[in-house]
């Protein structure tokens, strides 16, 4: 439907499009990692989308794409609105994205009806989220928000490629990603707009609703340690094999986990034997973890009952254990006038405002270091992401866009200072 | 110590230099797979080590090298030796390649003797028997035995290359494997010389020892199937996570296998979740199977309880789950006659005739469908193996080497047909 452009709609058609080959390392599935072949044909085409829509392009020190359409006055602070392009292997297409194709759309609206605002807006597609390739997640937004330090440069991914190398091979100088953070002046807000990831929206039948809060998480490697030895000939008694050790861990996750409060979660999503050969009594088995609950106090009640477990499964099988905690991030609220302001954008498009906190990690938890944040969620069919079967409603995201503008529009008039009308939910 | 040929001793030494690159795929550890360039560093040492002895030599349709020293007449029937020449993963360095160097050094001795025998003996080193690089094992003495099969050159490596692919790849046709088979009249009998890879004469302080049987094995992968989703957002009520089955079901193979008869083991090697994300429940859970029993009932029953196991335990927990045969292997007992004269021999060098049962299979499991088989163990440090920390006695491999001529001499003096003593051990 060239010619006809319906903000919001157009968002999601426009994640389709990145869904595929070049934007995918693989056909027939979308897997776009940090600093990819395909994270580069995805900042070409957003590059051209964004000057399309009006705005001034450039790509910071940590591969983040920044497109900037400037308010009345040049240079005046900016409203910051995005999320991350990166995928997961094997993932969905609105996971990040649309938080991009939405800024895209708010952005050219404005600029089609002929409006300047008091501030500039920014629309930014960070370029890793999902920790999919480097085992920290985040790392773009913390780089604009002032917190890359030289050990992240030193993370390594599957290939045994460092991110100090990562970038030097995408262009980047390897040395300068901490240049990429913001001044605390530079930015008056940063709202997200992001599917829910969950199924409470549309259990209770509503398009969009207003982030309160994100949950707090901690990621750990886990590692057994046995001896190796040939799989014929050792006796099941004298083995010391690390894998049945990983199998109780992996159940102790699931009881702990499910025992606990209503926010709490633990999964493991990775687990590798080594060397791994079909005939082979693993020599180590590694195991990933990610837990998360609504407070850091839930979490790490959880994570130190799993850990307690660990240490007792190695001792009773006569196994070495160590794990290495990759990342800890405490509960992040958003800001209580944005999500007055976002309750009122999203009840003037004729949606109640629901508040719902979030049981995924967002880049908003990242620029909460530096201004106030807000977020947005979109309903997703049957709460299902990280998953090619993800999939929104375009008129869901028309809402969005809608209350998008709604936003701004309130942005203008009130400002950030006074406070948004509380109560609403 | 050049100039000093002590037969064995210098087959022990020759394995060790084997066990670096360019022999290895890695520094620092000995990973050869099958037709890979480490394997064809191996093929060019040995086949100079064998020209050096006397035999000629030739590569044929499955990689194999074969040495061929000739009898009294051209073209009689051979006496075959050897063993294979690939290793896992970060495996040891006598796992196979001193059954080959062995060989050499027989054939070196009677050569420096000026010694022709009634039949020719022929030292074989074959590429494949760990299937460390694709999915099945003992690929080559399979092809010799005139067992290979056109599904076994669809197999793929894990990087998807299949096995026709490699051998194109290593110049050799790609069809043609199956005329490596050898017509019955053309092998007298196979003897291989392995480390036992297992503590039983360590643990009877012998150094060498003579095989009885091979035990029964299967191999089977294992896929359980559910529903990835996103870490952070899906209630651990609401997953359908196939990690906690896999886990389920690595307890259940140690469970059921701890249980039973003696000789039966059970061992899961590898393990893999798709799509392996830190923040995503995995999709699918992939685990390996390995089962070995004295006896093909014992290893039957076995895996019938443990797929058992896995089918309820993928009902109550609403996945899918599915299973696939790679291998079966009967038990395999070694030729009656050949246990005889190799116990003479045995006792010739002064070592007490054990006679002991093989946990591991071994490429006489093959060639048993060709001709009589004989194994000779050889004591390895703590019965360890698959393992870096593999090791031999450089005394212990001497007396296989003279052990190993005295068999030779009993068969020029006895024959084949005859039946050798009984009741020595």
């Known amino acids: 439907m060239a010619g006809c452009f319906v903000p919001g709609a157009r968002a999601a058609s426009r994640c389709d499009e990145l869904g595929e080959p070049p934007y995918s390392e693989a056909a027939g599935r979308l897997t776009r990692r940090f600093l990819t072949p395909a994270h580069r044909a995805a900042l070409d085409t957003l590059s051209g989308w964004m000057t399309e829509a009006g705005m001034a392009v450039r790509l910071d020190a940590a591969a983040n794409l920044i497109g900037r359409y400037e308010g009345r006055t040049p240079a005046a602070p900016a409203l910051m609105i995005g999320s991350h392009i990166d995928s997961v292997p094997n993932g969905g297409r609105y996971d990040g994205p649309l938080g991009v194709t939405l800024g895209i759309d708010c952005v050219q609206a404005l600029r089609d009806a002929g409006r300047r605002l008091p501030f500039a807006i920014e629309v930014i597609a960070f370029g890793d989220e999902e920790g999919s390739r480097f085992p ?100 099941m008694r004298l083995r010391r094999d690390p894998a049945p050790a990983a199998a109780e861990a992996i159940l102790a996750v699931e009881r702990i986990c499910s025992g606990g409060e209503a926010g709490l979660v633990g999964t493991v999503g990775r687990m590798s034997a080594y060397p791994g050969g079909f005939n082979v009594i693993p020599g180590a088995v590694e195991i990933s973890l990610d837990i998360r609950a609504e407070t850091s106090a839930a979490r790490d009640a959880a994570v130190e009952r799993v850990l307690a477990e660990i240490d007792a499964i190695a001792a009773r099988r006569g196994l070495g254990a160590s794990s290495e905690l990759l990342q800890a991030l405490p509960e992040c609220a958003c800001d209580p006038a944005l999500i007055g302001r976002l309750g009122v954008a999203v009840q003037a498009v004729g949606v109640t405002p629901r508040r719902l906190p979030s049981g995924a990690a967002h880049d908003a938890m990242s620029l909460a270091a530096l201004c106030p944040t807000a977020m947005l969620f979109i309903r997703c069919a049957g709460g299902v992401s990280h998953n090619p079967a993800e999939a929104v409603r375009a008129d869901d995201c028309a809402l969005a866009a809608l209350a998008m503008l709604a936003f701004i529009d309130i942005l203008e008039r009130d400002g950030l200072e006074q406070g948004g009308p509380e109560g609403l939910e």
Do not use: N, W, Y
């Open 136 to 235: 920290a997640a985040m790392t773009c937004s913390r780089a604009v928000a002032g917190r890359a330090d030289a050990a992240m440069l030193a993370m390594r991914d599957a290939a045994g490629c460092s991110l100090a190398d990562a970038f030097a091979a995408f262009g980047l100088p390897q040395t300068e990603p901490a240049t990429a953070a913001r001044r605390p002046g530079e930015l008056l807000a940063f709202l997200e707009a992001h599917i829910e990831q969950g199924p409470v929206l549309e259990a209770e039948d509503l398009p969009i609703g207003i982030v309160t809060a994100i949950a707090a998480q901690k990621r750990l490697a886990v590692r057994f340690t046995g001896v190796a030895g040939h799989a014929g000939t050792t006796p």
